[in-house]
């Protein structure tokens, strides 16, 4: 079966995009699988840290809260408030056993009335005109008995994290102690590739707890739910915070994964956590999401860079299909008329033979036509005109055969058919029938009113006969219809 070139380039075509369609929709499903694993892993350990976060911080406090409650409970400090004098720091380390486990230090003892008893150097700028400059930690111990909170400790540029127990003879307070915790558990949580931001929600500032040191930050928010309703009251000391850095948050959205735009960080996209710490104060959990939208759009470009080649290999193929039957067409085509060339039948009409010898083909059938005084035609009207005689004759002679036949031209004004299945009888009603239309055509009417007469030569191969010895026999017909007046059919 012949395919035919148009053919050829739709299969190609055909394929090509079902391959492009069938890679791109599996892309599609792999790329939509991993982002989704790959987001709710990031969600899912976000979860993990803000809720181990929060059950730490418990801990801490409430160890905090102990060990304070313990060392309120000292007999010999109660009795240095009451009679007002300042503990020697040989007395205070007798305390450190109790504040080990917390990585803590005595601060700030005060009388009841506020008078301080001692103050450690560390932490001096909490101290302004002699007295506790963190009124709201005081007052909150008068009225709760413990406190706690994060203050920004001025001097150390450090963030503080204070406890304040009020100590009491019986029921009646007598001082208060104000004792500075260690607060390294914060980064000590710290994951690899999770960044922690400590944020006070009324100022909207923190620190930002990087490998080997903490940057002052200042957050600026842009449409965004995070410290919507924060509690408590400002505090005042930070006020004085000069940030080393402004963060600048946005939500943002791209392959349909929410994150955080953080413009002015080392990491620009993340996902953000909120862990409270107290009702000033939350860390935040930042996931960089940086390479994991990369690793996105690269796989993107991977998909679109495969689609491509595999469109233009289509197209390299395409070209070379189309050069294929080019070649073809300049090597088996007759330029003038478009018809089979002699090499065409050269190579493809001898294989046909075998067929017939093996009984496979029935009536193996050759016909020769000729145009009656061609020459004349070139002479009288010129040789344009008969290049249109022969191309007019050659789509008639196309149109009137079927898709089995070959049609030949010879050259000059000869052409050849070869044909299948058909009995002397009828190739001969055939060829009277290409004979009376070939007279009647009317593009060749239109230059030559009287219009052309063409002679045919018909005969079918004996069994076993060379092709040489047919195409001699037909040829013979075909001069004997020259001989006997032209323009009819002879059949042998």
Not at 85 to 95: G, I, V
Not at 248 to 254: G, T
Not at 350 to 366: S, Y
Not at 418 to 435: H, P, V, Y
Request: hydrophobic share 40%; net charge neutral; glycine share 4%.
């Amino acid at each position: 079966m012949k395919i035919h070139k148009k053919t050829w380039l739709a299969l190609l075509w055909l394929l090509g995009i079902t391959l492009v369609v069938l890679h791109g929709t599996n892309e599609i499903i792999e790329f939509s699988k991993g982002k989704a694993k790959s987001t709710l892993d990031l969600n899912h350990n976000l979860q993990v840290f803000s809720e181990i976060t929060e059950h730490k911080s418990r801990e801490v406090i409430k160890r905090i809260e102990l060990s304070s409650r313990l060392l309120a409970k000292q007999t010999d400090l109660i009795n240095l408030m009451k009679r007002r004098e300042a503990p020697s720091d040989a007395e205070l380390s007798d305390y450190s056993q109790l504040l080990k486990s917390t990585h803590s230090q005595i601060s700030v003892i005060t009388t009841i009335e506020g008078e301080i008893l001692y103050r450690s150097s560390k932490n001096f700028s909490l101290i302004q005109n002699n007295s506790l400059s963190h009124r709201p930690l005081f007052n909150r111990t008068n009225r709760q008995g413990f406190a706690w909170d994060i203050y920004y400790d001025i001097a150390s540029e450090q963030p503080s994290l204070l406890s304040s127990i009020l100590v009491k003879e019986g029921d009646h307070p007598v001082g208060q102690i104000v004792i500075a915790h260690d607060i390294t558990w914060f980064p000590l949580l710290k994951i690899r590739n999770t960044e922690l931001l400590l944020v006070n929600k009324h100022y909207l500032a923190g620190f930002h707890f990087l490998t080997n040191t903490t940057e002052k930050v200042r957050l600026e928010l842009t449409n965004t739910e995070l410290f919507k309703t924060p509690s408590g009251k400002p505090l005042k000391n930070l006020e004085a915070f000069q940030p080393d850095k402004i963060l600048k948050l946005s939500p943002n959205r791209e392959f349909n994964i929410p994150y955080y735009q953080l413009d002015g960080a080392i990491h620009e996209k993340a996902l953000l956590s909120e862990a409270p710490i107290s009702d000033r104060w939350s860390l935040l959990f930042m996931i960089p999401i940086d390479q994991e939208i990369d690793i996105l759009y690269k796989e993107i470009s991977e998909t679109l860079t495969n689609m491509l080649l595999i469109l233009v290999v289509c197209a390299v193929l395409h070209k070379f299909i189309a050069y294929h039957f080019r070649i073809r067409e300049l090597t088996f085509t007759d330029e003038l008329t478009k018809l089979n060339n002699r090499q065409h039948y050269n190579l493809f009409v001898p294989p046909r033979l075998h067929l017939h010898d093996r009984e496979k083909i029935q009536h193996f059938g050759l016909m020769i036509i000729d145009v009656d005084k061609f020459k004349s035609v070139n002479d009288t009207y010129g040789h344009a005109i008969g290049d249109l005689v022969l191309k007019a004759l050659a789509e008639h002679l196309k149109a009137y055969c079927r898709e089995s036949d070959l049609v030949y031209r010879f050259g000059g004004e000869e052409f050849v058919i070869i044909t299948e299945g058909d009995n002397l009888e009828q190739l001969e009603a055939f060829a009277n029938r290409l004979r009376e239309l070939a007279s009647q055509i009317e593009i060749i009417k239109e230059h030559i009113p009287e219009g052309i007469t063409i002679s045919i030569g018909i005969s079918l191969r004996q069994p076993k006969e060379p092709l040489t010895e047919l195409f001699k026999r037909t040829d013979n017909f075909l001069y004997k219809a020259k001989q006997n007046g032209r323009n009819r059919v002879e059949v042998g």
